[in-house]
């Protein structure tokens, strides 16, 4: 285990990464007997990543980043990232590329991610060094993260496995622990994750066909283990992805069905364990069948908006071996790609056209073939696509779906755009409402979104928060919609981010610095509007003291402030029934003239009940004592 080596210095570049692209198992199994050509593809990638990339502008220090724009982080871990997660405490992990090393961005205490620094936490568990896997964030904060298409040793990602591996990071611990595989699988890879709304994480497995079925598997959280779930799933998982709707159910659009290609979409009940059709799509989205011969089954992000609808993006293309006919666009070779929008209760319908960009002979439609996605505060949608001339064709242009009226703008590119498809970039929405880019490519920057604010009936509600809180405490606030109603970021397989938990920002009202308190133990994971949930919180010990602001943040947007004051005495209140005195040591307390005294933080105050005459104390005639712990 390695532990945090402190801050990483602030650099401009980092070595050369490693591009290697996300297959599917038949793609997996076919370069396993053909590698010179698994080398083929990767001489491709790695030849288009060398393009130049655009000039890389860091912002000053009080300087504020324009909207529908990208900004590089102005510290680097100095190491390629991928996977970034959002922990209960406001910071992100990534994992390095094909290694076992993890690293830790802190925002600065103006709550600036863009100005952030970079730590190193502990390594994942010997043999463990996964791209492209199952990831999610438990309601006790820790991180599960499982499979791995690729299994790297000392950094080399080597050829895709598919690998069963998984682990466990505690962030208050600093450890990871081995968390075996569910029976009998020989696979998990880089199949999709969700936690559903009890807080169980369900994993699935891109390949394995047990006694007939696809399968998938229920973790228990608290003794490692797992239970097999996902009866009657139509296609198997491979390539799909998870997005849980506001009623806890899960939709899944298939990437694979009886003669290779089809339009069906599941549900999975957690009630039942069971998947149901969902009804069809209207256009065809994964991959599956395309000009060219060579389909790489490859889905766009699917994605649940604010009202509860659904979009799943196109990630058709044409691949044809030489690639003549799809690039030079050869009659019947162009290939368009078209969303669509589910709504609970009344199923599938069109939606937009994914843009056409490029002067001609070189304009493409363009397509989300492995690609991420992040709902904006707004209700917009980011996301990122690429020409579809060719799977994982670089280069990269980045939209916004407009939530109102479904039209898609295009906003700025990221530094290495030009030079990687879509589907090394990875996205994390931020409690700032900005979304954090890392990519295959090595850039780290983060997107501020175009002019627009939330709805005031999207924001959490705070109904029961305790004004004072001490340095180091630990607390519960509770509320509604503290998950908010997205799951905030999307991908697919290989990468799940959902940022759909409460976090405590507590800001100082003299200096302005904005300070996390770790949140866990979440009631619920529930998206659902209006839904009632608690979570404890444990106020950070080196937090400033005085008068503060506290807010629950959810997908990046705040619910309204409630005034708190932290200070290193805390307030012992005490009640009277009937009639008699308690009174308290160290003193302070003598109720009912005082019944309230402040304490310094941790002290053990003994309060002692004495009943007049004719009364006696719930402990009996006595005199009754208690010890309370004042934090």
Known sequence: MAMSSGPVQAQDSIPPPQIVPPLT?????????????????????????????????????????????????????????????????????????????????????????????????????????????????????????????????????????????????????????????????????????????????????????????????????????????????????????????????????????????????????????????????????????????????????????????AVIFPGVTCSDVANTNCQNKTAGFVVTGTADIYTPGSGWASGPVIPTLGTAPNNYPYTLADAPAAVLPDGNVLFAASPSYQVFAAPTHFFELNFSNNTITQVGDTADSAGCGSYVHNFLLLPSGQVLDVSQCGNLQIYTPLAGASQASWAPVVTSAPSNLAPGAGYVVSGSQLNGLTEGTYYGDDVQAATNFPLV?????????????????????????????????????????????????????????????????AVLTVSVTGSGTVTSNPPGINCPSTCSAGFSNGTNVTLTATATSGWSSAAGAAPAAAPVAVR
């Open 25 to 309: 198992r038949p793609q997996v199994q076919y370069f396993q007997q053909n590698p010179q050509e698994f080398q083929q593809l990767r001489d491709r990638l790695s030849q288009q990543a060398g393009q130049q990339p655009l000039a890389v502008r860091k912002l000053a220090p009080a300087q504020t980043p324009s909207a529908g724009s990208w900004t590089t982080l102005t510290n680097s871990p100095g190491v390629t990232l991928q996977n970034p997660l959002l922990l209960t405490d406001g910071t992100v992990i990534a994992s390095q590329e094909c290694t076992g090393n993890w690293y830790r961005l802190t925002p600065d205490n103006t709550g600036s991610y863009i100005n952030g620094t970079w730590s190193q936490i502990a390594s994942l568990p010997s043999g463990y060094a996964p791209l492209f896997h199952g990831s999610g964030v438990l309601p006790d904060g820790r991180v599960i993260i499982a499979g791995g298409e690729y299994n790297g040793v000392s950094g080399n990602c080597g050829s895709p496995v598919d690998t069963n591996n998984a682990a466990i990071y505690d962030p208050v611990a600093n450890v990871w622990t081995t968390v075996s595989p569910p029976s009998g699988w020989s696979h998990i890879g880089d199949a999709e994750s969700v936690i559903l709304d009890n807080g169980t994480y369900m994993q699935a497995n891109c390949c394995d066909n047990i006694a007939g079925s696809y399968v998938a598997a229920l973790l228990n959280a608290t003794n490692l283990t797992w239970t097999a779930t996902g009866t009657n799933k139509a296609d198997r998982y491979d390539e799909e992805g998870f997005a849980k709707l506001h009623d806890g159910t899960v939709l899944d659009v298939d990437a694979h069905t009886s003669g290779g290609c089809g339009l069906n979409s599941e549900i999975y009940n957690p009630a039942t364990g069971a998947w149901s059709t969902a009804g069809n799509t209207i256009h065809q989205e994964a991959d599956c069948s395309n000009p060219g011969g060579r389909p790489s089954f490859e889905l766009g992000p699917l994605v649940v908006r604010p009202d509860g609808s």
């Open 505 to 569: 920002q507590i800001t100082n009202n003299s200096t302005g610095h904005i300070f996390y308190a770790r949140t866990s133990d979440h009631s619920t994971m529930s998206i659902a509007p209006n839904a009632a949930g608690s979570t404890n919180f444990a106020v950070p010990a080196n937090i400033e003291t005085g008068a503060s602001s506290l807010v629950v943040v959810a997908n990046g947007i705040p619910s309204q402030a409630v005034a708190v004051n932290i200070s290193n005495s």
